[in-house]
């Protein structure tokens, strides 16, 4: 059974930066693309970025390009997200996803597995 579980989020101010974790427990990691999706309260489930099973292409939303960053380690199954200069709008749980088809994805409705989320919270 494949297992994600997301790490890192936490409160932050506006401007600061924070990492996210996500450790999948899967046996064939390298097959899957990956990405993050956040949910604020109120508001439905967003695409925020994702990353294809080499970890050769890369893609972000409008909203997070030029602050986030994608990346992944195969060898440990994991995968991160880098968040710079954060705003208060990015205040949402987010959410871990890998999509087995290995391209990058942009729907929850491609998402195979979900982790639980985690909580970031940007003051002003």
């Known amino acids: 059974q494949v297992q994600l579980v997301e790490s890192g989020g936490e409160l932050v101010q506006a401007g600061d930066s924070l990492r996210l974790s996500c450790a999948v427990s899967v046996g064939t990691f390298s097959r899957y693309a990956m990405g993050w999706f956040r949910q604020a309260p109120g508001k439905v489930r967003e695409f925020v970025a994702t990353i294809s099973w080499s970890g050769g292409s890369m893609d972000y939303a409008d909203s997070v390009k030029g602050r986030f960053t994608i990346s992944r380690d195969n060898a440990k199954n994991a995968v991160y997200l880098q968040m710079n200069n954060l705003k208060p709008e990015d205040t949402a749980v987010y959410y871990c996803?890998?999509?087995?088809?290995?391209?990058?994805?942009?729907?929850?409705?491609?998402?195979?597995?979900w982790g639980r989320g985690t909580q970031v919270t940007v003051s002003s």
């Open positions: 996803a890998a999509d087995s088809r290995g391209g990058l994805f942009y729907s929850q409705y491609s998402v195979d597995y």
